[in-house]
């Protein structure tokens, strides 16, 4: 692997803006501001500021990552995908567990939207999430009721959302390798659960560093609370992007 530049680790870092309004995440951002990093915006912050804090971000700089994982019948889910596309999103994501025809509405309301001229900016990446990174081998089997390994689940939804035609999938560091192995090198993978070295791993069980995720070929990093709650998120960030380009 070549030695990343800073603007090409700045350009893999999705920063969590898990905040409870839109005073608080743009605060925050403002602080981010120039760095390169995406913003990702959550349920948390979505549901309490609406599309107004994403107008914002984008006005400010940022690439947004809206992360509201819709999971719901194929029509609602082309619905709600034409809309975030007339938002200007750059990415956002739907579960895989909804099905290949679920997907492929979130696709095609995409589609809907740039055909009737009403997408603001560029066509927004569509990605799948397989398995949360809070789930281990026993909450998969006992409680979600998926048998096989983690790493087996998580494949099998990455080449249902490339048959259904995403750009991606959300998973933990560790899978990355079995994604691109099984679909190609050009298909994203957008991974949370990282965590700088010797801090906390908080509620993440499949977490890795940012380097480890940068070597095992992620293409971008989701890291929320080792940036946000530091006394300097600036300074935390700027370390991370020291670590992932050493």
Known sequence: MNRLTRSEAAAKVMVALDKPDAEEALRLAGRLEGT???AKVGMELYYAAGPSVVRELKARGFKVFLDVKMHDIPNTVRGGARSIARLGVDMFNVHAAGGAAMMSAAVQGVRDAIEAGDAA???PLVIGVTQLTSTNQATLNDEIGIAGTVEEAVVRYS?????????GVVASPLEVAAIKA?????????TPGIRPRGADAGDQSRITTPLDAVRGGT???VIGRPITGA???AEALHTIFEEMSS
């Open 36 to 38: 390169g990093c995406w």
């Open 121 to 123: 900016g560029e066509k």
């Open 159 to 167: 080449r249902l959302a490339k048959q259904a035609g995403l750009d």
């Open 182 to 190: 099984a679909c190609g090198a050009a298909f994203l993978t957008v």
């Open 219 to 221: 293409d971008f990093l």
């Open 231 to 233: 006394p300097d998120p």
